[in-house]
């Protein structure tokens, strides 16, 4: 019997399909890379979206021309390329812990390479409400321009960037191997709170390769702003966390000289541990986001494939002279962290040694104690067992002189204190061989 599948009704030739497949196999084309035909500006913003939900960001999104028709579902691929009218297009990504926003539109003429920082943001084909309602708090802005050129002269073009940067120092770089563009930044920002970029293709660059630089330009410097949010935590941690260090080092020298008790060493270890561990808690995912951002960072700026052009920084250069310090202060910290954590476990062993050390000297000198009350009481024991036969004989002698005396009285010939007296070793004899058997007996029993 044929099995027909989903697909067209034809037989199924494969065990049941896992319902994470699809996804899992999708996500490979999740994010497809933007065609950008240049002359092109990109307005890119990015906004940590913490509290905002995806029915806020369908709402800013239907704000759009034209979007007014746009549904949660179309917002459930955490990606969505929109086109726009009068000729533009919007990305919408959604991320962990952001979200990006990336407007594509025509390059205006009046704001090439040739203009002196030109201002940009008039020539927006969005309104610039629109922009500044973003549900969200920016993390990262930026507009890039793309413009196509003569990379024969990397010195003039470079000359020309300068200036359409504001004649600000720069960082600049050949992409590809062969070159077939060149990126100008100064990494600064704007008054109106955007960073600048310009991008110099050559004329046979495509409009995929096209989008492809745009899109690595505008990740790194996303994640670089990302991997950075470590680093104010990373600073207010430093304080206290020397703090503990010097701590821990006193509680150390307290236990090495003894000058405190064992209890109140303890109590403060435990709350030094409690301290460490909640701030741990607290801040590891920032720290693993920031080690994560920054592996990131180093990719996509590989993936440019930087030449340097003489006399400028490249952007790989740029970040490990900048990006680098500040990402191994974080990395930094975070190994005190985990290092104090170690010493406090090692630290707190060696005092539960020391207080099991010292409670068995404690049990031993109990022992001690109980041994000789022990062998006290035996030896009362044995006293007050040679007085009880002492008693019983004397009790039963008693009883023999007695009934001497009453055989007397009744006529018979007897002395009734030679009787005792010679009974009286037999007696005696008796009852102390009465107590070996109980004394037998009962150690039998145990």
Not at 259 to 265: C, E, I, M, S, V
Not at 297 to 312: F, N, Y
Not at 366 to 371: F, Q, V
């Amino acid at each position: 019997m044929k099995v027909a599948d989903a697909n067209g009704g034809l037989p199924a030739t494969l065990p049941a399909e896992d319902p994470r497949r699809r996804v899992l196999h999708d996500e490979v084309h999740a994010r497809p890379p933007a065609r950008i035909r240049l002359p092109a500006l990109v307005v890119y913003v990015a906004v940590l979206h913490d509290g905002v939900d995806r029915a806020q960001e369908l709402a800013h999104l239907q704000r759009l021309p034209g979007q007014g028709g746009l549904t949660e579902d179309d917002l459930q691929g955490h990606f969505l390329r929109l086109r726009c009218p009068p000729g533009f297009t919007v990305k919408w990504e959604r991320h962990t812990e952001f979200t990006r926003y990336s407007l594509v539109q025509p390059l205006p003429p009046t704001v090439g390479p040739d203009a002196r920082e030109p201002e940009l943001l008039p020539h927006l084909l969005v309104s610039p409400q629109w922009l500044a309602g973003i549900p969200g708090r920016t993390i990262c802005a930026i507009k890039l321009a793309m413009v196509t050129g003569d990379l024969s002269d990397p010195a003039a073009l470079l000359t020309r960037a300068r200036h359409w940067l504001g004649d600000q120092p720069v960082v600049a770089a050949l992409l590809g191997q062969p070159s077939h563009s060149m990126v100008v930044t100064d990494f600064r920002l704007r008054p109106s709170g955007f960073e600048r970029m310009l991008v110099v293709a050559s004329p046979e660059v495509s409009e995929t390769r096209a989008g492809r630089v745009a899109a690595r330009l505008l990740e790194f410097e996303t994640y670089r702003m990302m991997a950075l949010l470590g680093l104010p935590v990373a600073k207010a941690l430093a304080g206290p966390l020397a703090d503990a260090e010097r701590r821990l080092a006193r509680l150390t020298a307290d236990m090495e000289s003894q000058a405190r008790g064992d209890q109140a060493l303890l109590e403060d270890l435990v709350g030094l541990a409690a301290g460490i561990e909640r701030t741990i808690a607290e801040n590891g995912y920032r720290f693993a986001a920031t080690r994560a951002y920054d592996r990131i960072v180093l990719q996509r700026i590989a993936q440019l494939r930087e030449q340097a052009i003489p006399g400028t920084q490249t952007i790989s250069e740029f970040m490990q002279r900048r990006l680098g310090p500040a990402i191994a202060t974080v990395a930094s910290i975070e190994q005190r962290l985990d290092a104090l954590s170690e010493r406090i476990a090692r630290t707190s062993a060696l005092l539960r040694t020391q207080v099991d050390i010292a409670r068995e000297e404690q049990n031993r000198q109990l022992l001690e104690k109980l041994t000789r009350g022990q062998e006290l009481q035996l030896k009362l024991q044995t006293t007050v067992e040679g007085l009880s036969i002492a008693a019983i004989t004397y009790y039963v002698i008693s009883l023999v002189l007695y009934g001497a005396k009453a055989l007397k009285s009744a006529g018979v010939p007897l002395h009734p204190e030679l009787t005792a007296g010679a009974l009286m070793p037999a007696v005696l004899w008796g009852v102390w061989r009465m107590t070996r058997r109980i004394h037998a007996r009962l150690h039998g029993a145990n």
